[in-house]
């Protein structure tokens, strides 16, 4: 059998407006902070059990959390969950760099 290359082509940062998610930023900002709460977590070498009591959820629920099922997480939520993890979040509002579109949400790590 002889086997194709798959296609690759280059995407945008927030591939779910590739995948024509309805709120593709939101969707994308929380899928960061998740991504940076695993990774405190495996930092940390806790268990899922672990992580649920620090953030007052069950183990389960980190389990669809780290998964990718946050849907049901709002920004504000998750953004406590990064505080119960020892993080200062900062939120900072400028006015945008160009006057002709939105402005735009970025979510950065300093890795600690």
Partial sequence: MKRTKPEVHETAPNIFVELGFPDAGSHFLKAQIVAELYRLATIRK????????????????????????????SVERLIKFLAAFNRDVEIIARAAR???????????????
């Fill in 46 to 73: 806790l268990s899922q059990a672990k992580v649920g009591t620090h953030l007052g959820i069950s183990q389960p629920e980190v389990s669809r959390l780290f998964k990718g099922y946050f849907r049901e997480y």
């Fill in 98 to 112: 160009s006057r002709n579109r939105a402005g735009k949400i970025t979510f950065t790590s300093e890795a600690a």
